[in-house]
T-cell receptor, first 115, second 111 residues
Framework: EPEVTQTPSHQVTQMGQEVILRCVPI?????FYWYRQILGQKVEFLVS????????KSEIFDDQFSVERPDGSNFTLKIRSTKLEDSAMYFC?????????????FGPGTRLTVL | RKEVEQDPGPFNVPEGATVAFNCTYS??????FFWYRQDCRKEPKLLMS???SGNEDGRFTAQLNRASQYISLLIRDSKLSDSATYLC????????????FGKGTKLSVIP
């Protein structure tokens, strides 16, 4: 069964450093998403991406964040200058462009720890 | 503010028990509704979509009441492997597929 993959599984960084989290969505999917989950809290939407541009973003997704689809398979989330409060699990998700389903499938996540 | 509220839990039930989870959502424009399960420190995994007519998948039954903005999940004959956090999830609606998650209800099935 096709699945979303994410790398790395765990990233430790110093405050102020840049990080790039990588995702490979399911191959025939066209809509891509990033969510985050701070430990003990609910999953929160960050951004959605379609046709090489951002279609929606939340108030969490400020100027420190950016997303890119640099090639036909990868989808990345960059945090330019990490803060302690960016420590969380970051989940990538993808969705097929079919009328019959609007289900999003989640990757295993990257645990980001900012020291 | 668009919110999804769930029973806080935790629910501790014996194997074989029937357990019900409830959820309410505030955004009347929501079009799609789901139950996901999340194991500790893992990603959310789709359990089932929820339809207005109600739907069943084996031991799991989901119901949606759009008028009350209420969603439920019933698990019959609980198994140890059902132990997880159950997340009520709705789409933002109005052409948006952004998902809004509830905080989840933790279920522990005890031998």
């Amino acid at each position: 069964e096709p699945e979303v993959t994410q790398t790395p599984s765990h990233q430790v960084t110093q405050m102020g450093q840049e990080v790039i989290l990588r995702c490979v969505p399911i191959s025939n999917h066209l809509y891509f998403y990033w969510y985050r989950q701070i430990l003990g809290q609910k999953v929160e939407f960050l951004v959605s991406f379609y046709n090489n541009e951002i279609s929606e973003k939340s108030e969490i997704f400020d100027d420190q964040f950016s997303v890119e689809r640099p090639d036909g398979s990868n989808f990345t989330l960059k945090i330019r200058s990490t803060k302690l409060e960016d420590s969380a699990m970051y989940f990538c998700a993808s969705r097929a462009d079919r009328e019959s389903t609007d289900t999003q499938y989640f990757g295993p996540g990257t645990r980001l720890t900012v020291l | 503010r668009k919110e999804v509220e769930q029973d806080p839990g935790p629910f501790n039930v014996p194997e074989g028990a029937t357990v019900a989870f409830n959820c309410t959502y505030s955004n009347s424009a929501s079009q799609s509704f789901f139950w996901y399960r999340q194991d500790c420190r893992k990603e959310p995994k789709l359990l089932m979509s929820v339809y207005s007519s109600g739907n069943e998948d084996g031991r799991f039954t989901a119901q949606l009441n759009r008028a009350s903005q209420y969603i439920s999940l019933l698990i019959r004959d609980s198994k140890l492997s059902d132990s997880a956090t159950y997340l009520c999830v709705v789409s933002a609606g109005a052409g948006s597929y952004q998902l809004t998650f509830g905080k989840g209800t933790k279920l522990s099935v005890i031998p």
